[in-house]
């Protein structure tokens, strides 16, 4: 697969915005990486997740109880993968690399493997937004269809009601079937994989048994098996949902665009910035909850464009962004609240599935 070029402005707007950006942190000596806010909040995650964890194991709650913590479980995984994940794989966790690369690696723990994250995700999704054939983020399969270009079956007419059952799969799916699939086949959609190091392969795999030890194995002994299920399908269901809704409000909405690049040239008309502007969205920007626990990512314009700044700046470095676009004529895509996102989310499945 040979990923497209974008086209080189002789006026930069990511300059310009990078410019002042700078600026800021350098007048307010504000470092861009995370904070004390940042930490404390990533270990209120980890403590609780550890805690709930052992609670449903060891001291095992009545069936509501169970059903409750196993659901409060989900969103404590979703929690973790958004703020100290997201960031570490980023870079933009801590100032040191090896803090970065701990918490990176929360992701391996909770049974997904960082290395095909970081390619699937920060190398590819985040140089190639919404670009069919090469941002794997955009391909489900023949079961949905989101981008204009994917082929288009009867059944997809439905796709705007049984979506909520498909994002419920995505955890499980990933951490089971996906990243064994990109493993052996050494390829992201289209796009060859780095080749593995030898490091890399005993943690791919080192990982992969310690989740299956921890989250599979363990808790049948514990619970047996019926339990074990009931509550693992759960909480990987409401982890799948959670993932799935915050990075799909993000992209596939009926406001956003799935560019192609110009051929045989094989270039797109944009600016790699203004490609980020026409293919990602904000939501509920002023929700401090929402902002809290999904890790700044519904400031997602801010997030790709500069993955290497924690998210605990988005709120601040939003303004900047919001003036250099009004002043150039670039668009700026917001939904003011999680309804609103959502809505544009079913109503570009509804128009994918008739188009």
Not at 15 to 23: F, G, P, Q, V
Not at 41 to 58: E, F, M, N
Not at 110 to 132: D, P, V, Y
Not at 243 to 254: G, M, N, P, T
Request: aromatic share 16%; hydrophobic share 45%; net charge positive.
């Amino acid at each position: 697969m040979i990923t497209p070029k974008f086209h080189v402005p002789q006026v930069s707007i990511h300059s310009e915005m990078k410019k002042r950006i700078n600026d800021f942190f350098e007048t307010n000596k504000i470092s861009p990486t995370g904070n004390a806010h940042l930490y404390f909040k990533a270990g209120i995650l980890v403590a609780s997740y550890i805690a709930i964890y052992i609670h449903l194991l060891w001291f095992t709650p009545g069936v509501w109880a169970a059903i409750g913590e196993c659901l409060l479980l989900g969103l404590i995984t979703a929690g973790i993968g958004f703020n100290v994940m997201h960031d570490g794989a980023h870079g933009s966790f801590s100032k040191s690399s090896k803090l970065n690369t701990v918490a990176a690696f929360s992701i391996d723990v909770l049974g997904a493997s960082s290395f095909m994250w970081n390619t699937k995700h920060n190398i590819i999704h985040h140089a190639f937004t919404n670009i069919e054939g090469v941002d794997d983020d955009v391909e489900a399969g023949m079961l949905l269809r989101m981008a204009p270009k994917q082929k288009q079956y009867g059944f997809h007419k439905y796709q705007y009601i049984y979506f909520w059952a498909l994002y419920a799969l995505l955890y499980i799916v990933w951490i089971f079937y996906n990243d064994y699939k990109k493993y052996f086949s050494k390829k992201i959609g289209d796009v060859p994989l780095k080749k593995l190091k030898r490091k890399d392969h005993i943690l791919f795999w080192a990982f992969k048994a310690f989740h299956i030890v921890m989250f599979v194995a363990l808790p049948i002994y514990m619970l047996g098996f019926f339990w074990w299920i009931a509550g693992f399908a759960i909480y990987t269901a409401t982890t799948g949902v959670i993932l799935s809704l915050v990075f799909q409000l993000a992209h596939i909405l009926e406001e956003t665009s799935f560019p192609e690049a110009m051929q045989p040239s094989n270039r797109l008309e944009d600016e790699w910035a203004l490609h980020q502007l026409k293919t990602t969205a904000n939501f509920a920007t002023k929700n401090k909850f929402v902002t809290w626990w999904v890790g700044g990512l519904n400031f997602q314009i801010e997030h790709h464009l500069f993955p290497r700044i924690s998210h605990v700046h988005y709120p601040q470095i939003n303004a900047i962004i919001r003036q250099v676009c009004q002043e150039m004529g670039a668009p700026y895509i917001e939904h003011p609240n999680l309804q609103s996102a959502i809505g544009s989310h079913i109503t570009h499945l509804k128009n994918m599935g008739v188009a």
